[in-house]
């Protein structure tokens, strides 16, 4: 999820070839509740990531993401939690 509008993450996902549509956060609503800014006139969000399960509960919390190794951390956690 990005602080950008509905436009810049379609044109972003289509220029990276993503299968699927970015979610958008331009109020900051979703970022100030998960503590990835500041304030609403933050100009970019932290680099966090969360591990919700199917019934919303946050199961594991990534203060700082490395966009390169974070899908691997990921998914070793889920291997880990199966």
Request: with cysteine.
């Amino acid at each position: 999820m990005s602080f950008d509008g509905v436009e810049d993450n379609a044109a972003f996902a289509a220029k990276e070839g993503f299968p699927f549509r970015l979610l958008c956060d331009a109020r900051r609503e979703v970022g100030l509740a998960y503590g990835a800014c500041e304030d609403a006139k933050a100009g970019s969000a932290r680099r966090i990531s969360y591990l919700i399960d199917e019934r919303g509960r946050v199961l594991k919390a990534y203060d700082q993401v490395n966009p390169r190794t974070h899908p691997a951390e990921v998914l070793a956690d889920l291997a880990d939690m199966g």
